[in-house]
Nanobody
Framework: VQLQASGGGLVQAGGSLRLSCAAS????????MGWYRQAPGKQRELVAS???????DYADSVKGRFTISGDSAKGTWYLQMNSLKLEDTAIYYC?????????????????WGQGTQVTVSS
């Protein structure tokens, strides 16, 4: 199974972007869909996740600005990013996990997309 992330780009601070992730085929048993990001010189961090039941979780730095949504049965999920800040600049990766317990850490995700660059300019 391959995940394809798209929707990144260059945007001015305060602007919006919507990232999309699609699985190459239907994947049964997805329990958690997530978005991670990695900025230059920094560790990969969880941005947002959503369980198959619709429970959402966000990093404190993006609460109130980003919204995750998705359909685990269809293998598609999205990250709506509003009020973007310079510090949101990073490569964004989508990921999917078959275990909600394991998905508390990045290593618990079973599938990863290739990443899409988001650059926020002043």
């Amino acid at each position: 199974v391959q995940l394809q992330a798209s929707g990144g780009g260059l945007v001015q601070a305060g602007g919006s972007l919507r990232l999309s992730c699609a699985a190459s085929r239907s994947v049964s048993g997805i329990k958690v869909m997530g978005w991670y990001r990695q900025a230059p010189g920094k560790q990969r961090e969880l941005v947002a996740s959503i369980t198959a039941r619709g429970v959402e979780d966000y990093a404190d730095s993006v609460k109130g600005r980003f919204t995750i949504s998705g359909d685990s049965a269809k293998g598609t999920w999205y990250l709506q990013m509003n009020s973007l800040k310079l510090e949101d600049t990073a490569i964004y990766y989508c990921a999917a996990a078959r275990s909600a317990v394991a998905a508390t850490a990045a290593m618990g995700y079973n599938y990863w997309g290739q990443g899409t660059q988001v650059t926020v300019s002043s």
